[in-house]
C-alpha cells in the first residue's frame, strides 16, 4: 500500500521552495501519492526519506529496459489511462519475427530490414526497436546458433521465444549482456525460468491463461526477487485481448494491483494471416495499451503509418513539439536569398522546410519562438503579430546576412503586412507567401526569377 498525501508530506523538507513546480510542499505530496509527480523533481529531500518515499513515487507501472547501448528503449512507466489526462511516457516498441526454421536467407533478409527500415518525421528517426527470436524447431542449439547469428548482423534488442527452457537457457546465456526478454515462464515452468531470468539479470514475460493465471504467475515471479517482468493475458482474439489490457492497466493505476503493474506484450503476428489486419490490430495495441507488439515482418507501406500513429499518440498533448528559435539555411543561401518567416512548431518547420528545399531556391528561415503553436493558431493568440514579429526580425541577426530587407509572411496571415511594414520601419517590405505549404517551391521559383 502506498502512503498517504499527509503522510509522504510529513517526510519532505517543508521549505515551499516550488523549486519541484509546485505551490507547496505539500501539493507536490499529493500529486506523487496520486502518481502525477517524480521525486526527484524536489532537490531537498534526503536520503533516508527517499528510501521511504520510493514505493509512493514509483510509477504504478513498472518500466523496464530491453537492449542496451543506443538501441536500448523503456517501456511502462505509465501514470494515466487516457493520454489527455497527461501524457503516455514511453513508446512501446516494434519487433520483427524470426524463427530458427528459416534459412539463412530469408534471416539475413528480416535483419536487413530491421536494420536499415527508418523514416523521418518532424527532426525524428522513427524504427522498429527488436528482433524476436523464435525456438519454432524445439531444438536448444539451433535456437542458440539462430541467436548467435542475429547478434552478429544487429545491435538491436532481443526476445528469445521458446517453450523449452534448456533451449530459453542456451540462448539466454549468449545473449545475457544484450538484455534480452526471457519468453515466457509459464504455470508450467516458472520456477525454472524465474530461476533463469534471475540467474541472468534479465526481464522475463508471463503468460498465462486467464487473469486469475496471471496474477499468480505475476505473484510467483515477484515472490522469487525478481522485478522487471512484462505480461501476456495469453488471449489472441482481438476483442477479448483489448479488454483484457484495458482491465490490467485499470487495475494498475486505478486500484494500485501490483501483480498487474507491469508492461505487456502482444503479438498481433499470431491473431491473423493477413498483413494488413495485423497492422490494424498493432495499431489497436499502440493505443490500449502494449509495450511491445511483435509483427510478422516490416514493410515500408505498413511501418510508416504505425510508427507515426506511435509518435502522435505519445506526444505529450501539454508540450507541443516545438523548434528552435532563429535563423534557418536551406540551400546554401546568401547575401541576396529571399528570406520566409514561420512559427516554431516542429510540424509547420519541417513542412515548410522540405517544401523550401524542394524548390532549390537557396532561402533564409526565420523560425518564430510562438511557444510550438501553429501560424493561425499563434496569430489568433497574439504571439505571432506585427508587433512581436518586429522585434523578433530585428534582433535574429538577419540583417546582416542579407544585402535586402524583403521578408515573405505566410499567405494566412496576410492582414498583419500592412502594420509589419511599420513595425519593421527602414527600407523593409512586407511580401505575401502562400497560403500552402505546396505551393512554395513554385512562388519562389517565380519570386527568385523576377529578381
Not at 542579407?402 to 520601419?425: C, K, M, T
Not at 500552402?436 to 519570386?447: G, K, Q
Amino acid at each position: 500500500m502506498g502512503l498517504t498525501g499527509i503522510q509522504i508530506y510529513k517526510l519532505l523538507p517543508k521549505t515551499n521552495c516550488k523549486e519541484c513546480g509546485e505551490p507547496t510542499c505539500l501539493a507536490f505530496a499529493m500529486k506523487l501519492a496520486a502518481g502525477k509527480a517524480e521525486l526527484a523533481k524536489c532537490p531537498y529531500v534526503s536520503d533516508e526519506a527517499k528510501e521511504q518515499l520510493s514505493e509512493a513515487s514509483a510509477p504504478p507501472i513498472r518500466g523496464i529496459t530491453l537492449g542496451t547501448g543506443e538501441n536500448a528503449f523503456k517501456i511502462g512507466e505509465e501514470v494515466v489511462l487516457y493520454r489527455h489526462e497527461k501524457t503516455f511516457v514511453n513508446q512501446p516498441g516494434y519487433g520483427i519475427l524470426i524463427t530458427d526454421t528459416m534459412d539463412d536467407t530469408e534471416v539475413e533478409a528480416k535483419i536487413k530490414r530491421l536494420n536499415e527500415m527508418f523514416f523521418e518525421r518532424v527532426g525524428l528517426t522513427l524504427t522498429a526497436d527488436f528482433a524476436a527470436l523464435k525456438n519454432e524447431s524445439g531444438d536448444p542449439s539451433k535456437f542458440e546458433s539462430l541467436t548467435q547469428k542475429v547478434m552478429g548482423l544487429t545491435q538491436k534488442a532481443l526476445v528469445l521465444i521458446s517453450e523449452n527452457v534448456d533451449a530459453l537457457s542456451a540462448a539466454g546465456k549468449v545473449a545475457k549482456d544484450r538484455r534480452p526478454l526471457l519468453y515466457a515462464a509459464t504455470k508450467e515452468n516458472a520456477d525454472q525460468v524465474g530461476a533463469l531470468a534471475k540467474e541472468l539479470g534479465v526481464p522475463v514475460a508471463a503468460k498465462a491463461n486467464g487473469l486469475d493465471e496471471l496474477i499468480e504467475l505475476s505473484e510467483k515471479l515477484t515472490s522469487i526477487g525478481l522485478k522487471d517482468i512484462v505480461l501476456d493475458p495469453g488471449n489472441r482474439k482481438l476483442k477479448d485481448l483489448y479488454a483484457d489490457l484495458h482491465f490490467h492497466r485499470r487495475a494498475a493505476l486505478k486500484d494500485k494491483f501490483k501483480p498487474l503493474g507491469f508492461p505487456f506484450i502482444t503479438f498481433p503476428n499470431e491473431m491473423t494471416d493477413d498483413p494488413m489486419k495485423e497492422a490494424l490490430y498493432a495499431a489497436i495495441f499502440v493505443a490500449k495499451y502494449a509495450g511491445l507488439i511483435v509483427l510478422s515482418d516490416l514493410d515500408a507501406h505498413r511501418m510508416l503509418p504505425l510508427t507515426v500513429q506511435r509518435l502522435n499518440i505519445y506526444t505529450d498533448p501539454q508540450r507541443p513539439m516545438i523548434m528552435e528559435q532563429g535563423i534557418y539555411e536551406i540551400n546554401k543561401p546568401d547575401k541576396s536569398s529571399p528570406v520566409l518567416l514561420t512559427t516554431n512548431f516542429a510540424l509547420t518547420y519541417f513542412i515548410v522546410s522540405a517544401e523550401i528545399e524542394a524548390s532549390r531556391v537557396p532561402s533564409w528561415l526565420l523560425v518564430m519562438d510562438t511557444e510550438g503553436l501553429s501560424v493561425l493558431t499563434a496569430w489568433s493568440a497574439g504571439k505571432f503579430v506585427a508587433d512581436a514579429i518586429a522585434p523578433f526580425v530585428k534582433k535574429s541577426g538577419i540583417e546582416e546576412k542579407v544585402d535586402h530587407r524583403n521578408i515573405i509572411i505566410p499567405g494566412y496571415v496576410a492582414q498583419i503586412s500592412g502594420e509589419l511594414e511599420e513595425e519593421l520601419g527602414g527600407d523593409w517590405k512586407v511580401v505575401l507567401g502562400t497560403r500552402e505549404a505546396s505551393d512554395i517551391p513554385a512562388f519562389l521559383r517565380t519570386y527568385a526569377s523576377k529578381g
